[in-house]
T-cell receptor, first 111, second 113 residues
């Protein structure tokens, strides 16, 4: 009964590959997010969706493409992976203006 | 723009010591303020929050008071435990539509027995 769940938790892949991270929330929230945590632990917003509509896209390379099939899911697809994409990616959700709840993170390593 | 500044870590304490992690912010209007905690190898968990000036958030023995006059939201705990070892993030959410969290850089806390 995890509130925000994302898969996979760990992903090791080669440069140039395409990969996806899936996220689902069962909290009934209308807004979902992707955050990136770099090797120095710094967290930054990547995308925000409200009711399946893209609201925020924070200067993220277009190799990153979020997709929201419904308001409970927000998947992240990454094309042509680069070494610098290695990070922890956090999915999160909230109701508008309310507290944001995070998933457990997906540790991506590009080799 | 919005920003959050936290004290640099790591903060190293002995068990039962008093903890303060400083956090100051810059934002327009009246943001909500949060502390999140990340235990080793785990995701982010909300620790506490405050939504208006002079509010005190508290949870698991941790407290933080929203101080508008000093734009601060310092985290305190009277007696830390080894299990409190983690990275603590201060964050703000501006009070406008479709706002997201702006995080500080995180402060690692190491508690030894």
């Amino acid at each position: 009964d995890t509130a925000v769940s994302q898969t996979p938790k760990y992903l090791v892949t080669q440069m140039g590959n395409d990969k996806s991270i899936k996220c689902e929330q069962n909290l009934g929230h209308d807004t979902m997010y992707w955050y990136k945590q770099d090797s120095k632990k710094f967290l930054k917003i990547m995308f925000s969706y409200n009711n399946k509509e893209l609201i925020i896209n924070e200067t993220v390379p277009n190799r990153f493409s979020p997709k929201s099939p419904d308001k409970a899911h927000l998947n992240l697809h990454i094309n042509s992976l680069e070494l610098g994409d290695s990070a922890v990616y956090f999915c999160a959700s909230s109701n508008e203006g309310d507290t944001i709840y995070f998933g457990e993170g997906s540790w991506l390593t590009v080799v | 723009g919005n920003s959050v500044t936290q004290m640099e870590g790591p903060v190293t304490l002995s068990e039962e010591a008093f903890l303060t992690i400083n956090c100051t912010y810059t934002a327009t209007g009246y943001p909500s303020l949060f502390w999140y905690v990340q235990y080793p190898g785990e995701g982010l968990q909300l620790l506490l929050k405050a939504t208006k000036a002079d509010d005190k958030g508290s949870n698991k023995g941790f407290e933080a008071t929203y101080r508008k006059e000093t734009t601060s939201f310092h985290l305190e705990k009277g007696s830390v435990q080894v299990s409190d070892s983690a990275v603590y993030f201060c964050a703000l959410s501006p009070a406008y539509l479709y706002s997201t969290l702006t995080f500080g850089k995180g402060t690692m806390l190491l508690v030894s027995p």
